[in-house]
T-cell receptor, first 116, second 112 residues
């Protein structure tokens, strides 16, 4: 069964350092999402891509976060510089299409970030 | 704006007992509703989703949920809890543009 791949699974960094997370969605899924999940809370959307275009990045802290999906397939989320409050699980999800809504989002295993 | 409220951050049941996890939604349009399960240090796995085809939705692992428009609820149930059901459960609502909003989650503990 096809799965969303993410790497690394765990990342420990010091504040002010740069970190990057990678996501490879299920093949054929045009829509890709990055979520941040703080411990004890539900996921919150950071950015949504449709193919290579950003559909929604209204909740992305653009002063330090950036995301790209250059070829419309895999994606990278970067934080520079990392802050203590960025410690969280970063989840990537993908779905087949977005035109009608209600599409199931399939999640990867996540990257757990700890900023010291 | 769409949102969900999960009543009870922690629920504890005995093995074999009924599981009931509560979710109420707010949506200005007919919603799509989802239940996801998350095991420690893993991503979210879809349990079931409501897309207006039927009010009673059956999912994986013996879970089901009933959409009640009059109560704006979408509670998750399972007749008999198993130890392997211990996890975090998230209710989510999505209008017609795939903007999914998650609840805060309910941690289910199953006692032997």
């Amino acid at each position: 069964e096809a799965e969303v791949a993410q790497s690394p699974r765990y990342k420990i960094t010091e504040k002010s350092q740069a970190v990057a997370f990678w996501c490879d969605p299920i093949s054929g899924h045009a829509t890709l999402y990055w979520y941040r999940q703080i411990l004890g809370q539900g996921p919150e959307l950071l950015v949504q891509f449709q193919d290579e275009s950003v559909v929604d990045d209204s909740q992305l802290p653009k002063d330090r976060f950036s995301a790209e999906r250059l070829k419309g397939v895999d994606s990278t989320l970067k934080i520079q510089p990392a802050e203590l409050g960025d410690s969280a699980m970063y989840l990537c999800a993908s779905s087949f299409q977005t035109s009608q809504g209600g599409e199931t989002q399939y999640f990867g295993p996540g990257t757990r970030l700890l900023v010291l | 704006a769409q949102s969900v409220t999960q009543l009870g951050s922690h629920v504890s049941v005995s093995e074999g007992a009924l599981v009931l996890l509560r979710c109420n939604y707010s949506s200005s349009v007919p919603p799509y509703l989802f239940w996801y399960v998350q095991y420690p240090n893993q991503g979210l796995q879809l349990l079931l989703k409501y897309t207006s085809a039927a009010t009673l939705v059956k999912g994986i692992n013996g879970f089901e949920a009933e959409f009640k428009k009059s109560e704006t609820s979408f509670h998750l149930t399972k007749p008999s809890a198993h130890m392997s059901d211990a996890a975090e459960y998230f209710c989510a609502v999505s209008p017609n543009n795939n903007d999914m909003r998650f609840g805060a989650g309910t941690r289910l503990t199953v006692k032997p």
